[in-house]
């Protein structure tokens, strides 16, 4: 996929917002169906259903959502699984919700509608979720609600004393699988209908860390292990749940992995969100080259030494270990970087480098968010661009007064 010249891509979005203050946020759609049109091809015909969390937008959704190869949504909470799926003009009546819940105001008003039971799957890995469940609204006063086992997919090596991947579900193995799925099938109240086992060691790990050419070749080493090991578990997994009820859907992957969890016959659908945007976490990818989509800009409005600017604000670091790239990248115009005895600030960010020629107060300066849909979480719009054109403004979750955690 090809990348834009930086410097006219400044201008483009300076142009385009000149007549906004900052800070905005820049939304890109020729860049956003162009990554879609990416994930699609890479799917190889299994359905994407769309991560919401690196997404965040109700528009943004419905917009991915229209386009062929897309299917239904994974949310991060119930109470968003509710909005997205009820109402007068729903995203979707299809959401499984990626973890475990224990919001007893939303399970209730789950359990109090019908439509809403029948499109929101509930996800666990434990009876304890059950139990909870059956605590807020017993069996009996309530519809069928769907459930999906989640499945641990992290590596498990040298008798479980090396872990390598993320810790999610105590379910790993086919037995236990197949134990909970039996445990889920012989209570009232409850209808399995999914299995679900996210490879973050696979989908949300660089392969290719630019300047980092051993750690690349090391995690591919890693990964190629991983996905041998995990596509023959999971084949082993499904056949033992069906063994003991029908499924309507085997989901894996996630944005890095989905051409090599898509091959896998046991997975009938893939997840994928962040390739969206495309943010800076997503860079070091051999399997695909996505078009950065999503952009915040923030005005300069210090010049405290030759060489040196400030802009205000621009501290919005993303979730996972700290570490410097956790926090947005200072893009348009090119050759800026923050200070690492400052990195990025509440309320404001020097920045060095040769980028700062030419800059003066009032000017802006483009960022790129490390992670998706987090940017979200600052903005009550996402203004849109369409060519060289702004076309309007798409509202976040916050923009709409939603806070999902």
Excluded at 18 to 47: C, E, I, S, T
Excluded at 100 to 125: K, N, Q
Excluded at 131 to 149: N, Q, S
Aim: charged residues 25%; proline residues 7%.
């Amino acid at each position: 996929m090809s990348v834009p010249d930086p410097a006219a891509q400044r201008r483009r979005f300076d142009r385009a917002t000149a007549d906004l203050d900052p800070p905005l946020a820049l939304l890109d759609l020729d860049a956003l169906d162009a990554n879609a049109d990416d994930l699609v091809r890479r799917a190889a015909g299994k359905p994407i259903r769309v991560a919401s969390k690196s997404v965040r937008c109700r528009d943004v959704l419905r917009r991915v959502l229209a386009r062929p190869g897309f299917a239904g949504v994974l949310a991060y909470s119930l109470p968003e699984a509710l909005w997205l799926s009820t109402g007068e003009d729903p995203v979707s009546a299809d959401v499984v919700v990626g973890y475990p819940t224990a919001d007893r105001r939303a399970l209730r008003h789950l359990a109090e509608d019908d439509e809403a039971a029948g499109r929101v799957t509930l996800m666990v890995d434990s009876t304890d979720q059950l139990d909870l469940i059956d605590d807020v609204v017993p069996a009996g006063r309530r519809p069928d609600l769907r459930v999906c086992i989640d499945v641990d997919a992290s590596l498990r090596a040298a008798g479980g004393r090396v872990h390598v991947g993320v810790r999610r579900s105590p379910v790993h193995s086919p037995d236990q699988a197949a134990e909970l799925a039996r445990a889920v099938t012989a209570r009232a109240g409850f209808r399995l209908v999914g299995v679900m086992a996210y490879e973050a060691q696979i989908a949300g790990v660089q392969d290719a860390p630019a300047g980092r050419r051993l750690r690349g070749v090391a995690v591919r080493r890693m990964q190629t292990v991983s996905a041998r090991e995990l596509a023959a578990r999971r084949f082993e997994v499904v056949a033992a749940v069906t063994a003991v009820a029908p499924l309507e859907f085997v989901n894996g992957g996630g944005t890095g992995s989905v051409e090599r969890t898509a091959g896998e016959p046991a997975v009938t659908e893939v997840a994928a969100g962040s390739g969206l945007y495309s943010p800076a976490l997503f860079d070091g990818y051999r399997a695909f080259a996505a078009r950065p989509a999503a952009f915040f800009a923030v005005p300069v409005t210090r010049l405290p030494a030759p060489g040196t600017v400030t802009v205000a604000g621009g501290g919005w670091t993303a979730s996972g270990p700290h570490g410097a790239d956790r926090l947005p990248v200072p893009t348009f115009p090119a050759g800026l970087r923050w200070l690492a005895a400052e990195g990025t600030g509440e309320v404001q960010t020097p920045l060095r480098g040769p980028g700062t020629a030419g800059l003066s107060v009032g000017d802006r300066v483009w960022f790129r968010h490390a992670k998706a849909g987090e940017l979200c979480e600052h903005v009550d719009v996402l203004h849109t661009l369409a060519g060289d054109d702004l076309t309007g403004a798409m509202r976040t979750y916050r923009g709409e007064g939603k806070a999902f955690g």
